[in-house]
């Protein structure tokens, strides 16, 4: 309850009583962002809103000369640099609601927000349990560490890139199936996102059109579902990624190298998750992502974040104390890796806070309990 003491509550009554003085705020500004934030945290501190845009110009040549930005045209351009100021004043109003991280320019910033949720978001938001998957057993939580990673085991292979593809949900499974090949046979394989976003096209039959739909979107447990009914993962260097869904299935039988024989979905229960993550490897995890397109370090742990899950994602760890602002307690986290490269977050990974299900963190999360390796 440490979230809710009195003196969040003050800095909460001020923000809504902020908020209700700004009278006007632009479309461009807030596109998609979430309604509460807008309603919470004004976008313009001084009335104009020309405090945090100082420099802005600089600022946009540094993060294009960062990221290699080209623009065709001169009005593409002067365009991409109005999203890049409203950018700006998003990540200001994060800030302002997750203070123990650091928000501002990152390799999205050029991008509206629903830009951004197309082209690298991908959760099917039609939760369901699939026929084959059951529930995981409840395992014992009196001795769990009081940190854990599995990179310092060796079960996570290097950060990939999804690039302009919403197949988050194929890393978040890849990523669950790498971990558990490693805990079977000591060989930490990377395995082929490529297979699914082409091949898997398994569907909720219950469902309509809640289909893993390569670069559209999908979900980790069908995700397994596919791999259970096909024989299992070729790996990556054997079907390469190529971020489109425009090619044909090309699943070699012959070339799998990982098969999946279970797979369970855990309860939302952190000590479930934490002791289901020790004992079982990394877990495929859906979240809500809308502070993390300005996130650039830090432990994430927003004041308010919606529940609804657009991402998947790999949970490989948590720690026992993050940093905190001043009069807040230290607060233990959760360890993710993205699928957006080492150049997004700290080196491609994001640590947001354990308790209270933040973002929905805890809310789907899945784990292959058993994984059957053949020898290529």
């Not at 976008?43 to 065709?72: E, I, M, P, Q, R």
Request: net charge negative; proline share 4%; charged share 20%.
């Amino acid at each position: 309850m440490d979230r809710f003491s009195l003196p969040f509550l003050f800095l909460f009554s001020l923000l809504l009583l902020s908020s209700a003085l700004v009278s006007t705020v632009t479309s461009s500004d807030l596109d998609d962002d979430e309604p509460l934030i807008r309603q919470v945290v004004s976008s313009d501190d001084d009335g104009d809103g020309n405090d945090h845009l100082l420099n802005a110009d600089h600022h946009f040549s540094v993060f294009k000369s960062k990221f290699a930005k080209t623009y065709a045209t001169q009005e593409e351009h002067d365009y991409r640099f109005g999203v890049f100021k409203a950018n700006l004043r998003r990540a200001k109003r994060h800030q302002v609601l997750d203070p123990s991280a650091v928000h501002g320019v990152t390799k999205f910033s050029d991008l509206t927000p629903s830009e951004f949720r197309r082209q690298f978001l991908g959760l099917n938001r039609r939760i369901r349990l699939p026929s084959d998957a059951h529930k995981a057993p409840i395992l014992p939580t009196n001795d769990l560490p009081a940190d854990f990673d599995w990179r310092d085991h060796g079960a996570v292979t290097g950060v990939k890139d999804q690039g302009s593809c919403g197949s988050c949900w194929s890393f978040s499974a890849t990523g669950a199936l790498e971990g558990a090949h490693f805990l079977a046979t000591g060989e930490l394989a990377s395995l082929s996102e490529q297979q699914l976003v082409d091949c898997d096209h398994e569907c909720d039959p219950e469902e309509h059109g809640a289909c893993d739909s390569g670069c559209s979107g999908g979900l980790m447990t069908t995700a397994f579902e596919y791999t259970l009914k096909v024989g299992g993962l070729e790996r990556e260097k054997d079907y390469p990624y190529t971020g489109t869904d425009r090619g044909a299935c090309k699943f070699d039988r012959t070339k799998v190298v990982a098969s999946v024989s279970n797979f369970s979905v855990v309860a939302i229960d952190e000590d479930q998750i934490a002791a289901n993550l020790v004992k079982n490897g990394p877990l495929a995890v859906g979240i809500n992502a809308v502070f993390m397109q300005t996130y650039i370090k830090g432990v994430s742990c927003p004041y308010i974040c919606g529940k609804h899950l657009d991402h998947g994602v790999l949970l490989v760890g948590y720690g026992s104390a993050g940093y905190a602002p001043i009069r807040f307690k230290e607060k233990p986290y959760w360890i993710i890796k993205n699928s957006w490269g080492e150049s997004w977050g700290e080196n491609g990974y994001y640590k947001i806070c354990k308790g209270h299900n933040i973002c929905g963190v805890d809310s789907m999360v899945s784990t292959v309990a058993a994984i059957h390796a053949t020898s290529q």
